[in-house]
């Protein structure tokens, strides 16, 4: 059974919203059950969101590999040009950026609590990430069970 790839550019808040809703149907298309795929939206969601704050441009890849061990995977890819990442663990824990804790005066102005890179990795079973010349590539993988 061949791969299946999807790609959303991502420019602006409402491709946010399609790249989300598209990712969920893309995964019960592909076996995940309605908890995962709806997992895997909101991972989408997050990293397509994460473009439009902090990236200039980019794009959210959904490839459903079959061949993957044990029963396939849904990888989805975040790829963008924007400035690289400081320090990922750090943007990693809740309540940071790349730079340290975010001043909670900030949190309405930049859009966001500082929990996407955390909650992105509790939510797939594999976070990686890959910089890349001018941007980077977050890969989230999704197993199927």
């Not at 949190?107 to 939510?123: E, H, P």
């Not at 890959?130 to 980077?136: I, N, V």
Request: aromatic share 4%.
């Amino acid at each position: 059974m061949p791969s299946e790839t999807r790609s959303f550019a991502i420019q602006g808040r409402s491709d946010v919203v399609v790249a989300g809703s598209q990712g969920r149907r893309f995964a019960v298309r592909h076996g995940l059950d309605v908890r995962r795929a709806t997992e895997l939206a909101i991972v989408v969601s997050e990293l397509a969101s994460n473009i439009v704050k902090h990236g200039v441009r980019g794009e959210i890849r959904l490839i459903w590999s079959p061949e993957t061990p044990p029963h396939g995977e849904i990888a989805v890819e975040a790829h963008d040009v924007g400035p690289p990442i400081h320090d990922l663990q750090l943007a990693m824990t809740d309540g940071y950026d790349d730079r340290g804790p975010i001043d909670p005066a900030l949190i309405l102005r930049r859009g966001g609590l500082g929990t996407g890179l955390g909650a992105i990795a509790r939510l797939a079973d594999r976070l990686e990430v890959r910089e890349e010349a001018g941007g980077k590539v977050l890969t989230a993988r999704f197993l199927l069970r």
